[in-house]
């Protein structure tokens, strides 16, 4: 079992940023996987920013250059820098732990953190 809690969330003009935390309850180098979502009204939820065990980084078309996912080991902690904010930002991010078990994954999910940029 893994426990995951976002923080950082809040209210933000077009063109700010946020940065949000993803603290793991275990070592993030046991979790192969650690990944921020992101679910808009009336949407699907959809992957942002993905970083593996072994550091391996990919971003959705729609944030590279703009988002930045990092690692603080020391912290098991998973951060997502959100820079040059758009209104179309605006959702819910969620962070997912990805866990391989017996040649099969587990899926471990954050309660969530509002993002919204209005002006």
């Known amino acids: 079992q893994v426990q995951l809690v976002e923080s950082g969330g809040g209210s933000v003009q077009p063109g700010g940023s946020l940065r949000l935390s993803c603290a793991a309850s275990?070592?993030?180098?046991?979790?192969?996987?650690m990944t921020w979502y992101r679910q808009a009204p009336g949407k699907e939820r959809e992957l942002v920013a993905t970083?593996?065990?072994?550091?391996?980084?990919a971003y959705a078309d729609s944030v590279k250059g703009r988002f930045t996912i990092s690692r603080d080991s020391a912290k098991d902690t998973v951060y997502l820098l959100l820079n040059s904010l758009k209104p179309e930002d605006t959702a819910v991010y969620y962070c997912?732990?990805?866990?391989?078990?017996?040649?099969?994954?587990?899926?471990?999910w954050g309660q969530g953190t509002q993002v919204t940029v209005s002006s």
């Open positions: 275990s070592s993030i180098f046991s979790i192969n996987h």
């Open positions: 970083i593996t065990s072994g550091g391996d980084i």
């Open positions: 997912q732990a990805a866990v391989l078990t017996n040649s099969d994954y587990d899926f471990y």
